[in-house]
């Protein structure tokens, strides 16, 4: 039984993933599908490619995982199937798969362009219906992607999509504000593996300065601000039981900075 996920920024309140699941259904009824996340940000296509990058290498081998976040839909982007040795994309060609390209191995990249794998009557406006659940659905029940489109080298890309991970010669490593969760903390793409645990580091511009990576939120008192390994991989500045965004004034797509500053005994 194939699994397939959704990602959208359709929200719950309304009845576009439902629709979206029917189609599935009828076409492949044994597949299983997964909600992953239909909270994504109205049109912002960077926060889907994050969140399907924290969160994709969870599920099993083969998984099909479908993203929708399409300021684009109706205009002539193309609709693309991603596959790699472990996982498959399902998406529009807008940079929404930049980070899982960077991840995954051998991909290969399929221009969907054949409407025999499509519903019947396309809308302008509800592309997650018409034409992304059916091809998932077909890719599920076991047809090969090379049948569903034609072969491209050309994928769209988000600008700065790779993760920045280099040392500057004054031993920075430069990032992003990718993510505020819920409770305001804010989470880069600098992956935990970059920074050894036994530094000390100093996050900037964020002021106060932040020192330090600790290993919980718990680590110092109430109010006061923190670096974490978050639990999606990558460093992660939070204020315990309050809030990072609140605290330094940040929004999604500021850059950080984090600086090794000494080494730690022991």
Not at 201 to 210: D, Q
């Amino acid at each position: 039984m194939k699994i397939i996920t959704l990602t959208t920024d359709f929200g719950s309140e309304n009845w576009f993933v439902g629709t979206m699941k029917g189609v599935i259904a009828k076409i492949a009824p044994q597949a299983r599908v997964i909600d992953l996340n239909h909270g994504v940000s109205h049109f912002d296509v960077a926060e889907a490619a994050f969140s399907l990058v924290s969160s994709y290498n969870y599920f099993p081998h083969d998984t099909i995982h479908v993203v929708v976040v399409d300021p684009g839909v109706g205009t002539a982007r193309r609709p693309v199937i991603a596959c790699g040795d472990r996982f498959c994309f399902i998406a529009p060609d807008n940079g929404v798969l930049s980070f899982v390209a960077g991840r995954e191995k051998h991909m290969r990249w399929f221009h969907a362009d054949r409407p025999e794998y499509f519903l019947p009557h396309l809308s302008d406006t509800f592309h997650g219906r018409d034409i992304f659940a059916p091809l998932a659905a077909h890719l599920a029940r076991g047809t090969d992607p090379v049948k569903m489109g034609s072969l491209i080298t050309d994928p769209a890309m988000l600008e700065g999509a790779e993760f920045e991970e280099t040392r500057s010669v004054s031993g920075a490593i430069k990032g992003r504000i990718m993510y505020i969760d819920c409770f305001g903390n804010l989470i880069t793409n600098i992956s935990s593996s970059a920074v050894d645990n036994r530094i000390e580091v100093e996050v900037s511009p964020l002021r106060p300065t932040v020192a330090g990576i600790l290993p919980s939120y718990d680590s110092v008192p109430v109010g006061e601000a923190v670096v974490v390994c978050g639990s999606s991989g990558f460093l992660e500045v939070a204020v315990n039981q309050g809030s990072a965004q609140k605290e330094f004034n940040c929004k999604k797509g500021d850059e950080i900075f984090v600086y090794v500053t000494a080494s730690k005994k022991g």
